[in-house]
C-alpha cells in the first residue's frame, strides 16, 4: 500500500468514483468524503454500506473512515453505528484491528466510554 494525497471532491465525483468498481476509486472516494464532505450522515451510510463489500480492502477503509468522521465532525450516530462494528468483528475476525481502532476514535471524539 502506497500513500498519496485525498483531495476533496464533489458529491458527482464522489459518486462516480463510489459505482465505478474500481477497489481504489472506492477507496479514495470514501476517504475524500470521510475528510471533506460536510454531510457526514451521507458518509455515515455509505461507509455502513461498504463495511460489507467483497473486498476486503474496502471494507476496511470503510470502517476506518467511520473513526474519521467521529474525529473530524465530532458526530455520528453511534447508537447505529457500533452494534453493526461488532458484528462486523464476527463475522470478518480479520478486520478486528481496523474495527477496534475506529471504536477507540469514536468513544474517544465523541467522548464516552
Not at 55 to 76: E, F, Q, W, Y
Not at 91 to 108: C, G, N, Q, S, T
Request: hydrophobic share 45%.
Amino acid at each position: 500500500m502506497r500513500y498519496h494525497e485525498i483531495f476533496p471532491l464533489s458529491r458527482p465525483e464522489l459518486e462516480k468514483l463510489i459505482e465505478s468498481g474500481n477497489e481504489t476509486a472506492i477507496t479514495d472516494a470514501l476517504l475524500s468524503a470521510a475528510y471533506y464532505d460536510p454531510d457526514w450522515q451521507w458518509v455515515q451510510n455509505l461507509c455502513l454500506r461498504f463495511m460489507h463489500h467483497s473486498d476486503r480492502g474496502i471494507r476496511s477503509n470503510a470502517v476506518m473512515c467511520l473513526g474519521h468522521i467521529a474525529r473530524i465532525h465530532k458526530t455520528l450516530d453511534w447508537e447505529l453505528v457500533l452494534p453493526q462494528l461488532a458484528a462486523l468483528k464476527l463475522e470478518d475476525p480479520a478486520l478486528a484491528p481496523w474495527i477496534e481502532d475506529a471504536v477507540e476514535d469514536i468513544r474517544f471524539f465523541l467522548r464516552f466510554q
